[in-house]
């Protein structure tokens, strides 16, 4: 094979970017004339990719910042990412697009005038992807309801809710229907009033490759056929490791720090009857949590991530919480990216709902707590990973802790036992290129 299909990846959200996909953009590059559409990145990662040596078939690096750029509105992004697509496709003539969802205007257009032009659209899994469906749709649709002052059940409330229903149907016929056909081209019809419940991108790509058989076999409940599925393991116990080890992690040394995950998260609900968990309860036991942490750990540094979304708000609160509890307690800037702290920690702590930054350390081998002190909605999502341990109690946490503390060497936490000699992203895209050609 002369490897002379070229292919066009989108590196999609930044910190998924530096977890993920620069390693499929290693292999890929390596066979593979590429194209990257990139948003802003953090310097140790803007630096690799510039480096020939690592990327040696890169040939087009292309910023397009639709999330680290000016903000647009809807009506502007779709019109700034439409003709920019476009443009793109038009000028380089990709055979294969590479990206991860459909639900912003740069995803779409791409992968529309790709399809047009005659490319073959993979979306390659990037982070964490939850097992259930049903259940992510009603957390999300709880946090909607019950994050504002809806959960009441008033009259009032009652039809203000109604109102914001339909204001949303309404925004999505906006941004799926009415602004593509602005655009000139047909509306997407994946999140529509006459597509509910139908999973984003499904009918949008060709292939999609996910990480293990368990996401594959939810793709198949979800519709996608079976012979458009392709597995590969994640980029951290693939041999793309060593890329990931010699770009981020090249002086860093693991030392008695416990990461802790902080989201953004203060409404949840029980998994048993759906109802709310008071915001100060809720607070209350991330305390709790951390003062147990300081009992138990007393010579351990304790430091606490914030999602990124805390950089538009709410960090000198989330500061102001913990202050209270110790000084030695060390708040992260939320911009940070979380590996940063997570390669330098022994243990890692983890709320509801899952996270891929969770998954993400179970793969780097730490010991990764999932804790879980309400029974929260998706707070079971991780209890088929046996490298994520789960704590339903602040007894539980302790037990976990303990054992480790004094069992360190025998007490081990479960290892991916996939050879890093194993397929790699390019031998993904040779097989679908092989497909095609037979077709």
Known sequence: MTHQEKVLIYSSVPRLFRTSYIGHLFDISQKYPTILLTEKLDTDSEKAIRNKNLF????????VD??????????????????????IINQYKPSIIIADSM?????????????????????????????SKEDESLWHHLQWRDSGSFHDNSFLNRIRLTHIKLQQHFNEIIDYWLYPMLMGTPPFFQKSLLKLGVGPGIYDVDYIVVYSPKEAELEKKIGRPKEAI???????????KRLFDTIYRSNTKTSNIITIMMDVNTVSHRRSDLSIIPKEEYIKGRIA????????????KIVIKPHPIFAHGGIENLKKKFSHVSPKIKITDPNDPADKYINKSNIIIGFPPPSTTLFTSMLLNKLVIYVDLYREILGDAFTSYKGIKYAASLKDLRNIIIRY?????????????????????????DEIVADNIHK
């Open 56 to 63: 040696p078939r890169l040939e087009e690096i292309i910023p």
């Open 66 to 87: 639709q999330y680290t750029g000016k903000k647009r509105s809807l009506f502007k992004s779709h019109l700034h990412f439409s003709k920019l697509m476009k443009s």
């Open 103 to 131: 639900i912003n205007p740069l995803e779409k257009y791409l992968f529309r005038y790709g399809k047009e032009s005659g490319a073959i659209n993979v979306a390659f899994q990037a982070g964490f992807q939850m097992l």
């Open 230 to 240: 392709k597995v590969l393991p994640h980029p951290l116990i693939r041999n793309t």
């Open 289 to 300: 949590i951390v003062k147990l942490l300081l009992d138990l750990l007393p010579g351990w």
């Open 405 to 429: 503390v004094d069992h360190k060497r025998r007490t081990r936490i479960h290892k991916n036992k996939k050879n890093l000699k194993s397929k790699d992203a390019a031998d993904i895209i």
